[in-house]
């Protein structure tokens, strides 16, 4: 089982990922964001960082799908992953324009040929204002400075992205994040672990599990 967990910037995907390891007996494989030298500038400047980000994040995310997710699904075993590799095109497709968007455009396509899709991606969606309140809350340095407006902006584009039951081949399960906490209630962590298992057929798993209010 390859599981991808997406979802816009504060949503929750690392922390869902680590909650769901120990109950599917999975590996974790999260997102490493902290190494791109690119990252601060590009939210105190934009405009005139979005390429060098862009590059950055596409060829360190293929290296590692290619020598983590590969290896791992070759070998049978379960894993959890807090991104996939084609969100990284959408948002290019947010900060990158004219010849520099045309450029990533070809390099994400020859790329993504190699890639192994996972076999379910749990999208979870929020309301802008909750994202914007998580991300104050963990309070990461180099989120201080994020705007409102970019955040929205993501947030229709995830809406988009992820709007019909698959993506490049893989099946979607949405997961509305607004009014469900899996962190400290184990009866949403316990309903999202059930969606899970209907979506991909995985024993024990109930046909209805209400979310109680």
Do not use: C
Request: charged content about 25%; cysteine-free.
């Amino acid at each position: 089982m390859y599981l991808a967990i997406e979802g816009v910037i504060g949503v929750g995907k690392t922390t869902l990922a680590r909650l769901l390891q120990p109950v599917f007996n999975a590996n974790l494989y999260l997102e490493v964001f902290e190494e791109n030298p690119f990252l601060s500038d590009f939210y105190s400047d934009r405009q005139r960082y979005a390429f060098q980000t862009q590059i950055f994040f596409l060829l360190s995310r293929y290296h590692q799908q290619r020598r983590i997710v590969a290896e791992a699904v070759k070998q049978g075993m379960n894993l959890i992953s807090d991104y996939t590799f084609a969100k990284d095109a959408l948002f290019a497709s947010i900060n990158l324009h004219g010849d520099e968007l045309d450029m990533y455009d070809k390099v994400h396509q020859a790329l993504a040929e190699k890639i192994t899709p996972p076999d379910l991606i749990v999208y979870l969606s929020a309301d802008t204002e909750i994202l914007m309140q998580r991300i104050a809350f963990r309070d990461r340095s180099y989120e201080r400075n994020m705007e409102r407006s970019y955040i929205h902006e993501l947030n229709q584009a995830y809406e988009s992205f992820f709007s019909g039951s698959h993506q490049q081949g893989s099946p979607i399960l949405r997961l509305d994040t607004n009014y469900i906490n899996y962190v400290q209630k184990p009866e949403d962590l316990d309903w999202v672990v059930n969606r899970i298992r209907q979506a991909l057929r995985l024993a024990p798993f109930q046909p209805e599990l209400p979310l109680q209010p």
